[in-house]
């Protein structure tokens, strides 16, 4: 479940901003209210924070001092801050120290900001799954798990090529990779629980897969047509996991 930290301490608008928002995105989500600085101070320290929404003006200080505090514990954590006296030049001003994702002006409602805090708790969703980092020259790809069907290594290129499912379009692209070094590469994959080893140079994620055969010892996979058969030293182990998928 991902969490809000809510900071404002008039408690009507903070119970009407987080009803309002708690019924936009759903029980995934919870908001946590805080009514002061020290109260959201202890939050921190009790819930981990994916998202917060602080005012500037507040009874025992700045919102701003905090949401240095939170930039600080969190690089990434997106901060909105909000002010009865929000000026373009403030707001640059912030957005440039603490890489705002948004900023604004009281009196707001949950409906103003609730479309940008869906797209920020995906972005953060994201962010936060397992991952398989690799290199291509001096730039770095971070790929979900969860979205990789399967990893073959090509030795005659020495490559590695990963297939990719797109959840959003529903689409299925290849990518290849410097094969790196495999010792590296395979305890990346070690690390993971998600994806399975079916052959000396065949990794497949359960989650993509279709049917398994196990008379020919072949697996099918969803959203391409590709059939993979499972090596003679993956048999037992990978029977045992896929068979339970029928």
Do not use: C, W
Request: hydrophobic residues 40%; glycine residues 6%.
């Amino acid at each position: 479940m991902q969490t809000i930290l809510f900071l404002e301490d008039d408690k009507v608008i903070n119970q009407e901003i987080s009803t309002g928002l708690k019924a936009g995105l759903g029980n995934g989500v919870q908001i946590i209210s805080a009514y002061t600085i020290s109260e959201a101070r202890q939050m921190m320290q009790d819930f981990k924070i994916d998202l917060s929404i602080v005012s500037i003006e507040l009874p025992d200080g700045n919102g701003i001092d905090l949401a240095r505090e939170m930039r600080t514990e969190d690089e990434y954590m997106p901060i909105m801050l909000a002010s009865l006296h929000l000026t373009a030049q403030l707001h640059m001003e912030l957005n440039n120290e603490l890489d705002l994702f948004l900023a604004l002006k009281k009196p707001f409602g949950a409906d103003e900001i609730l479309p940008r805090v869906k797209r920020n708790l995906q972005k953060v969703k994201r962010r936060q799954e397992p991952s398989l980092v690799l290199k291509e020259g001096r730039t770095r790809f971070k790929i979900p798990i969860s979205t990789i069907i399967k990893i073959e290594t090509i030795k005659r290129k020495k490559r590695i090529e990963l297939t990719i499912y797109n959840n959003e379009t529903g689409s299925v692209s290849l990518q290849e990779f410097p094969m790196q070094s495999m010792e590296d590469f395979m305890q990346l994959l070690g690390e993971s629980k998600a994806l399975v080893r079916i052959h000396q140079s065949t990794v497949v994620n359960p989650d993509f897969v279709l049917h398994y055969d196990g008379a020919v010892n072949e697996l099918h996979l969803k959203h391409t047509k590709r059939v993979l058969s499972i090596g003679k030293t993956y048999r037992e182990t990978t029977g045992i996991l896929f068979g339970r998928l029928k």
